[in-house]
């Protein structure tokens, strides 16, 4: 098993290039499927993730090549609609592939994604939107088969919730189809837009895409595309996170200002003067960052859930009490029992943290419990006096490209072994 071996206290200085979103390559790479010629990705990160979603187009008949942060998809058609429960394991984002196969071959068999360290991540509206379109939808045995019934001529379709995954499905399944589809209380992340200037750019109909009202006109094909990943703007929170817990100062290249607006806004009330200038941002620490008012999770444009524990992290020495509440996931204060580790004050009362800031943190032994969870407790190694050692650093892996050489690169003294 892969550990950080981390000696906190250092002042980080110094500039780090972002990597491209995870969270758009992986629904990229699933919308490739639907392209009738090659796909060229740049800007993918080099990930764990990204290498999983890989196998699954190559296991369903897609010539594949990855070089550095480039990715070509050849020109190919589904050799087979199914994805086996081994491939659909590997990855938390695997359902997307749900969208691309039916619109590909007209059907699809997947198995449940199951649950996750956050919690149940249910599909549910991802299914009950797909049987809108026109598919059948049977679950036996944990496997998921749909199946193309009829195609409807409009669709009007009003999630109960904006999820991000169940309006890339829609998008996905809808856009070589014969139908007009108003995709009514969708998701509004940025990752949502990427995916529909890739598939507009291939030829698809999609209006809407980054509002709550998506439109998407079926057309007959799409065709070659080369196209570059949008900035990976957790990524972004993380490394001012780490510039904000060591007072730090940081430049960091490459970022979309306008994808991290709500998190800027927190980092500027714990004290960070942050200035930006096209796409760099420079984040500087003072000695000691403010508590900062409640802050809740939730959807695009507001604070990011997947922000929530690199802001909890960047409080844990702040001078005095701030609270932040989770409202998108149930179980994703897990993390929160490591940070307790170095010496932090951290209280749960179900989906509610308080923060008390320390003046002091020392050098633990800790775990990552999931991704995020795990980059806040690299952060917190970075504020703590002493050697930690962070094991299962494979969650991290899932989501950031060279964590340690980016983080060396600023004067971390990190080594991984
Ligand atoms: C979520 C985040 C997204 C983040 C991604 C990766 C939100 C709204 N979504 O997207 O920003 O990039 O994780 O970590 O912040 N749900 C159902 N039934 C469904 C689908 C979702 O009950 O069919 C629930 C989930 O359990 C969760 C909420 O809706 O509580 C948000 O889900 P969704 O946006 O779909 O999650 P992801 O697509 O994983």
Redesign the pocket.
């Given at each position: 098993m892969t550990k950080l071996y981390i000696e906190g206290g250092r002042r980080l200085t110094g500039e780090i290039e972002l990597q491209g979103s995870k969270?758009s390559a992986l629904p990229l790479l699933a919308a490739s499927m639907l392209i009738d010629g090659a796909t060229l990705l740049h800007n993918c990160p080099d990930l764990s993730d990204v290498r999983a979603a890989i196998r699954i187009l190559q296991s369903l008949g897609y010539k594949c090549k990855q070089v550095n942060n480039d990715v070509f998809i050849g020109d190919n058609m589904p050799s087979c609609d199914t994805v086996s429960p081994e491939l659909m394991r590997e990855m938390?984002?695997s359902s997307l592939f749900l969208g691309a196969i039916l619109a590909r071959c007209g059907s699809a068999t997947i198995t449940a994604p199951g649950g996750c360290e956050?919690?149940?991540?249910?599909?549910?509206?991802?299914?009950k939107a797909i049987s809108e379109l026109g598919f059948s939808v049977k679950e036996r045995g944990g496997y998921i088969t749909c199946k193309r019934q009829f195609s409807p001529k409009n669709v009007d379709i009003t999630l109960d919730?904006?999820?991000?995954?169940?309006t890339?499905n829609v998008i996905l399944a809808s856009c070589l189809s014969k139908s007009v589809v108003l995709l009514r209380n969708a998701?509004k992340?940025p990752?949502i837009a990427d995916l529909a200037d890739f598939l507009n750019k291939a030829g698809a109909k999609i209006r809407g895409a980054g509002t709550d009202r998506i439109e998407i006109i079926g057309v007959n094909r799409l065709t070659s595309i080369e196209h570059t990943v949008i900035p990976d703007r957790?990524v972004a929170a993380t490394y001012m996170s780490a510039a904000a817990v060591t007072s730090g100062e940081i430049e960091i290249r490459n970022v979309n200002i306008e994808h991290i607006r709500r998190i800027i806004n927190s980092f500027s009330e714990m004290g960070c003067d942050i200035v930006f200038c096209e796409n760099t941002l420079r984040i500087r620490a003072p000695q000691r960052l403010n508590r900062i008012k409640t802050t809740r999770?939730?959807?695009?444009p507001g604070f990011?859930?997947?922000a929530g524990p690199l802001l909890v992290a960047s409080l844990v020495k702040a001078s005095g009490t701030s609270t932040f509440v989770e409202t998108?996931?149930?179980n994703r204060f897990n993390y929160i029992d490591e940070l307790r580790r170095f010496g932090a004050d951290i209280k749960v009362y179900n989906r509610v943290a308080v923060v008390e800031g320390v003046r002091q943190l020392h050098g633990a032994q800790v775990c990552c419990t999931d991704?995020?969870g795990g980059a806040a407790a690299i952060v917190v190694a970075l504020a703590s006096d002493g050697v930690s050692v962070i094991d299962k650093i494979c969650h991290v892996e899932r989501g950031y490209e060279k964590i340690e050489e980016k983080l060396s690169g600023v004067y971390a003294n990190i080594k991984k072994e």
């Open positions: 969270n938390r984002s956050l919690g149940p991540r249910p599909i549910d509206m991802h299914l919730f904006p999820s991000v995954g169940a890339e998701a992340e990752e957790i999770s939730t959807v695009y990011p859930t997947d998108i996931f149930e991704l995020r």
